[in-house]
């Protein structure tokens, strides 16, 4: 049983949007080409493959494991976030941060 394929159909029966629908949905510009969506060549040949050249078909998690992975900040730094700052992120976590809030969790 190829598990990636029953993700994937999965994700198409419960109208998961396909990647540049969802890039829209989030008020990004969609990719045009599939060298835009990914940085290795051979990814994007492969790809241009499996959907028939048509940008427009791919999934939306084949999208996001594809595309390079976006920069969020340039300011995660002391002079922004000061040292105790940047401490207490690096030692907590989305579960702390939840106990913290929703100790009965």
């Known amino acids: 049983m190829d598990l990636a394929a029953v ?10 949007p396909r990647y540049n629908q969802f890039r829209k949905l989030l008020h990004l510009k969609p990719f045009e080409t599939f060298e835009e969506l990914t940085d290795n060549p051979e990814w994007a040949e492969e790809i241009r493959r499996v959907y028939e050249n048509d940008i427009n078909r791919v999934d939306l998690m084949i999208g996001l494991f594809a595309e390079r992975p976006p920069i969020f900040t340039i300011d995660y730094t002391t002079k922004i976030y000061t040292e105790a700052g940047m401490e207490w992120i690096g030692n907590n976590t989305m579960s702390t941060v939840l106990l913290r809030h929703y100790p009965q969790l």
Do not use: N, Q
């Open 7 to 16: 993700d994937i159909l999965r994700s198409r029966e419960l109208g998961v």
